[in-house]
């Protein structure tokens, strides 16, 4: 595997699941984060690690639970979302904070019913 | 309100020619400027970027100009290819050694034989 991986590729789930997003990157890299692009809309940044530490809560509510064990791996864990967090789920990577160019992941395309 | 605004949501060209994509932006505190593509199921990929110290970057096909005084930027990709179609993200980045990303709403490239 190459580049920045995540899983699953699909998703749809009632207001009353768990479930997680995984993402991995396999370049290397110390900083992570999670965006979210809704229909019309531009791409939101939600959540920033660097070296495993969260350096950035972009206001996102609490039903959305990131997670970095590793400089690696980088998870969402959603519980009771509603339907308006239907959307485009991506990850990205890059060398560190203050490296501007962000490696993306193909996205996890969510579903809530 | 969106702080980096791309107006034309789809623009049509004819393989060959020039295809210029454009990008506003409100914040004078923005000093980085980046362009994403991005095709279909597939996560957004670094096109080029441009420092606010300097009016013109080029990359082979390529290029990015910057206009700190009006706050507006455009790619212009010559010649273009059928291969270019996708989707063009315009981000800002603000202030030196942070990664928070600001995306504008994206520009459907459709490029025609």
């Known amino acids: 595997e190459t580049g920045v991986t995540q899983t699953p590729r699909h998703l749809v789930m009632g207001m009353t699941n768990k479930k997680s997003l995984k993402c991995e990157q396999h370049l290397g890299h110390n900083a992570m984060y999670w965006y979210k692009q809704s229909a019309k809309k531009p791409l939101e940044l939600m959540f920033v690690y660097s070296l495993e530490e969260r350096v950035e809560n972009n206001s996102v509510p609490s039903r959305f639970s990131p997670e970095c064990p590793n400089s690696s791996h980088l998870f969402l864990h959603l519980h009771t979302l509603q339907p308006e967090d239907s959307a485009l789920y991506l990850c990205?990577?890059?060398?560190?904070?203050?490296?501007?160019?962000?490696?993306f992941g193909p996205g996890t395309r969510l579903t809530v019913l | 309100d969106q702080q980096v605004k791309q107006n034309s949501p789809s623009l049509s060209v004819q393989e060959g020619r020039i295809s210029i994509l454009n990008c506003d932006y409100t914040n004078s505190m923005f000093d980085y400027f980046l362009w994403y593509k991005k095709y279909p199921a597939e996560g957004p990929t670094f096109l080029i970027s441009?420092?606010?110290?300097?009016d013109k970057n080029e990359d082979g096909r390529f290029t990015v100009f910057l206009n700190k005084s009006a706050k507006h930027l455009s790619l212009h990709i010559v010649p273009s290819q059928p291969g270019d179609s996708a989707v063009y993200f315009c981000a800002a980045v603000q202030g030196v050694g942070t990664d928070k990303l600001i995306f504008g709403t994206g520009t459907r490239l459709q490029v025609f034989p």
């Open positions: 990205a990577s890059s060398l560190g904070t203050g490296s501007h160019e962000q490696f």
């Open positions: 441009i420092s606010s110290i300097k």
